[in-house]
């Protein structure tokens, strides 16, 4: 008996792995180890970033650790993204990088790869965080890749950790055009 309460107890934190609630804003992430990618002409160039930032818009953030895994496996939302053409007025997505939870030895490429991603889209917002300090403050799970959408307040319309399927992007798509 001791042993299914212990089991039903820890059940919600595998099922839940992120800590958003929807109607409210992302629990705050400040990234002062490298942060937001600023293109100078063609250097790049970081700033401070933090998620108190993400308003006046409808923004998704894609959170993915710093391997090639974990930016494959929500590749088909970022596509349907680039599909819709959403107004860059209205629209932004936000790119958090956990360069912290990359393969061992291949941070300098991850930081790499994102500078190249910034010169490549430079209306792109992106952010390196060399300490994980997203993926610690929204309780999210290693090697893995996260969707986040807010609306124009900052407060969370949609999350899921891990996967998205057919039906979870459709969900997301729908959100981003009725909140633009």
């Known amino acids: 008996m001791k042993h299914l309460v212990l089991t039903l107890a820890l059940l919600p934190s595998l099922v839940f792995a992120h800590n ?5 804003p992302v629990p705050l992430v400040n990234v002062s180890d490298k ?3 600023v293109l100078n002409g063609k250097d790049i160039g970081y700033q401070p970033w933090q998620s108190t930032s993400l308003t006046g818009k409808v923004f998704l953030i894609q959170h993915i650790a710093g391997r090639s895994s974990a930016k494959e496996l929500n590749a088909p939302m970022i596509e ?13 997505t936000v790119t958090v990088i956990n360069s912290n ?17 910034k010169k490549e889209f430079p209306w792109s917002a992106m952010v390196l965080d060399a300490k994980g300090m997203a ?17 124009k307040e900052g ?11 057919a039906n979870n992007i459709a969900t997301v798509m729908g959100l981003i055009k009725s909140h633009l």
């Open 101 to 117: 939870d990359a393969i061992w030895g291949t941070s300098g490429f991850v930081k790499s790869s994102a500078e190249d991603s």
């Open 155 to 165: 407060k969370v319309l949609f999350a899921k950790d891990g996967q998205l399927d």
């Open 80 to 92: 349907a993204i680039k599909a819709a053409k959403l107004p860059q007025d209205k629209y932004q």
């Open 20 to 24: 958003f609630k929807d109607g409210i």
């Open 135 to 151: 993926r610690n403050a929204w309780d999210l799970t290693p090697e893995s890749s996260a969707i986040i959408l807010l609306d």
């Open 35 to 37: 942060g937001e990618l």
